[in-house]
């Protein structure tokens, strides 16, 4: 059973720093991509950055150049370090990953506050 936790979330000012964490745990087989989205109150979840098997990134335009997505293969984890956050930031951050027959996992996620 692949399991998927995230930590790392807070309450920050505007301007400040987190760094959210997903351990992956359980039998994953090879895996396609890893990576976050977040959800904010009355909105649909949306692509936040995503991590590919070669290593090439995707960002959404909203956070590029503020926020950093990487994977400690030794921890199994994936890190989202998130600069400069701003309120519009605020949601829940859910970390996933597909592998290559399609299959998605999902974390129950992580609460984001900014305030201004």
């Known amino acids: 059973q692949v399991q998927l936790v995230e930590s790392g979330g807070g309450l920050v000012q505007a301007g400040g720093s987190l760094r959210l964490s997903c351990v992956v745990s359980?039998?994953?087989?090879?895996?396609?991509?890893i990576g976050w989205h977040r959800q904010a109150p009355g909105n649909e979840r949306e692509l936040v950055a995503r991590?590919?098997?070669?290593?090439?990134?995707i960002y959404a335009d909203s956070v590029k150049g503020r926020f950093t997505i990487s994977i400690d293969y030794a921890k199994n984890t994936a890190n989202l370090q998130m600069n400069s956050l701003k309120p519009e930031d605020t949601g829940v951050y859910y970390c996933?990953?597909?592998?290559?027959?399609?299959?998605?996992?999902w974390g129950q996620g992580t609460q984001v506050t900014v305030s201004s």
């Open positions: 359980g039998s994953t087989g090879r895996v396609n991509v």
């Open positions: 996933y990953l597909v592998q290559p027959n399609t299959r998605e996992y």
């Open positions: 991590i590919f098997n070669r290593g090439d990134t």
